[in-house]
């Protein structure tokens, strides 16, 4: 009961999908009176055109064009045309399609017209794929859409996938579906089927759709585990690292990269890229004295893996530089010397200015003592004088 009532919504949801893409099959045979082949349907998920026939023909020939005027012809013995899954045909530009009875003048033409208002339809759709698995699509309202006017977008990682609505829309200012986030994202093979649809109470909206390789689309992540050992006597550096992550490459030759190494302390000077293939390179112009700055991006060389170049991984500077560390030491002894001087010319300074601010207060003479004072400088005035008496003996001679 419950696989009986999931096939009646999967069956009712494909015809709710396709019935607001606002399209129809017209025909016109190339005879006057009726056609034999009628009743024309085209499964556009599966490739297969069909028809009914009121005549047993035993071969008629198909084909089928798009916008580009690329076309496929096949010759089938049944009113049943099976056209390669490879022939991604996006619809919204309209589709033509023949069939015919060879050695007849039988034929029928149809062409598959998408309907409503001209300028309705989005514009500006594009598609990314980051952090492995996150993928962002974008896209701007039709010109001529009407002011109310809600798009929805559709999605189906393969043909063998059933499609799904967008979960996360991202909204503009009015409110308006202008894109969508979508997690967990896996990339495969098949080419990714994406339709957006819009509806308005004023008009038709016209519907957008587009084959999208999930691998033309990511932007790979930075390589890993980047590291660089350099040898001491400056013979040169072994740069290694291992390829980016990435949902659906495991082979290692999918790979290359980019290496960026600059010279940091001239760095608009000197700056090379070199190309690689392998995970490892061996810098060879590695000069000690000087400190490099290295980043490497990767990109697909073949595999399904995108052309266009990842992120740049963190940068990783390697090489001793200059020595400045006694020029520093020098720089701070000179700084302390000065810093020492200033200090003790500002304290001198202030002393000075603080003295002849506030110079020596004359003292009051003290009465009591004073005659103490006095005597002790009049005996010191009046202190004996040592003097030298000279004598003058006369002596006489006895005769």
């Given amino acids: 009961m419950f696989d009986t009532l999931g096939l009646i919504c999967m069956i009712w949801w494909y015809m709710m999908l396709f019935h607001l893409l606002h399209a129809d099959i017209q025909c016109v045979g190339s005879e006057t009176h009726e056609s034999p082949i009628t009743n ?25 064009r798009d916008s580009n005027m690329e076309s496929i012809q096949k010759e089938v013995n049944s009113p049943l045309c099976i056209f390669p899954v490879e022939q991604y045909i996006p619809l919204h530009k309209g589709v033509f399609f ?25 514009e500006n759709f594009s598609c990314v794929i980051y952090n492995v698995s996150l993928m962002n699509c974008t896209w701007q309202a ?24 967008c979960e996360l829309y991202i909204k503009d200012g009015n409110g308006r579906n202008t894109g969508c986030r979508f997690q967990n994202v896996s990339i495969k093979t098949e080419k990714a089927y994406f339709l957006v649809n819009g509806s308005s109470k004023d008009s038709l909206i016209q519907f957008y759709d587009e084959y999208i390789d999930l691998y033309e689309i990511e932007i790979l992540t930075p390589p890993l585990n980047v590291t660089v050992n350099c040898t001491r006597d400056s013979a040169g550096c072994k740069i290694t690292w291992q390829p980016p992550l990435t949902s659906h490459v495991e082979n290692l030759n999918c790979f290359q990269y980019e ?27 590695y000069n000690q004295k000087k400190k490099y700055i290295l980043k490497i991006r990767a990109s697909g060389k073949s ?15 390697f090489g001793q530089g200059k020595d400045y560390f006694i020029f520093v030491i020098l720089i701070l002894i000179a700084l302390g010397t000065l810093s020492v001087t200033l200090l003790q010319y500002c304290l001198f300074k202030r002393y000075c200015h603080f003295k002849s601010i506030f110079s020596p207060i004359p003292q009051p003479r003290d009465k009591f003592n004073a005659s103490n004072d006095e005597d002790i400088q009049t005996r010191y005035v009046n202190l004996p004088k040592n003097s030298c ?6 002596v006489e001679e006895m005769t």
């Fill in 259 to 285: 290496i960026s190494i600059q010279n940091k302390d001239k760095p608009e000077q000197e700056k090379k890229n070199h190309p690689v293939r392998n995970n490892s390179y061996d810098f060879q112009n």
């Fill in 40 to 64: 024309v349907k085209m499964n556009w998920r599966k490739m297969e055109l069909s028809w009914e026939s009121s005549k047993n023909f035993s071969k008629y020939k198909c084909t089928i």
């Fill in 142 to 165: 039709g010109r001529d859409a009407p002011g109310d006017t809600q798009y929805f977008l559709y999605w189906q990682k393969s043909r063998y996938d059933d499609e799904m609505e």
């Fill in 303 to 317: 595999c399904l893996v995108s052309s266009n170049w990842g992120e740049w991984s963190e940068p990783i500077e």
């Fill in 389 to 394: 008496t000279e004598e003058i003996t006369m």
């Fill in 98 to 122: 023949i069939i015919e009875v060879p050695n007849t003048n039988i034929s029928k033409a149809c062409t598959f017209i998408p309907g409503g208002m001209n300028g309705s339809a989005i």
